[in-house]
């Protein structure tokens, strides 16, 4: 167990750094975007230059989706409406327009479930919940390192991340892949939510979605002693 507590309300998994070319990529986006008339031959070899970059931004954009709402069609429906509704222009940098895509993925996903469920993102009545191992958003008292969740979601055992995942009510799923893997903080997720999360989920709040994200790490804890015991 790491000596130090780890707190769960930042970032406690490193993200993945964009493609050095990233700023490049962004700048020249935007100024196709300023309104004035392409030569399509030209704005084609440009995009050829950042393929890279583009796949990578693509690739994380389904990995996220596709965590939420499940390999297919769905998610990529949900990646196809970030494409058409991001603004680069109001966004200040790629970080920036990273998270804006996220954002905007997260509001996609929980509109298509709700969709299909209209109560399956509900708030819990009142901040309590079933208990949790972890206490003080110390990431450490579930006996599981940032190392470890890191291996999990990115190494060889993200098929059984997946697995556990759809084991996840659909609350907990949203939650822990929106804290987790797409880096929202609890505000955030609890706007995204209550805004989009149809009637039922109007009562969400940040400690609400931390003490379904401490659920959630709770069990994932769980699930790697297992992994580590059958080794």
Known sequence: MPSNPISLDGRFIPEVPLHPDGPGVFQTMVGMLDGNPKDAAQVEAELAKWDGVLDQIAAEQYRIASMLLGEGEVAIAAVEGVVAAIDLNSCSDPEDARHQARMLLA?????????????????????????????????????????????????PENRRLRQWLEGLTPQLRVIFVLRAIAGLNSAEVAGLLSLDGGEQAQGWTPDGVRIAFRQALCSLASQLIHLSAAR
């Open 107 to 155: 509001e996609n996903a929980i509109a298509s479930l709700v969709q299909g469920d209209p109560a399956s993102l509900a708030a819990p009545e009142g901040e309590s919940g079933p208990a949790s191992c972890i206490e003080d958003d110390d990431l450490s008292a579930a006996g599981v390192t940032p190392a470890e969740l890191e291996q999990m979601i990115s190494g």
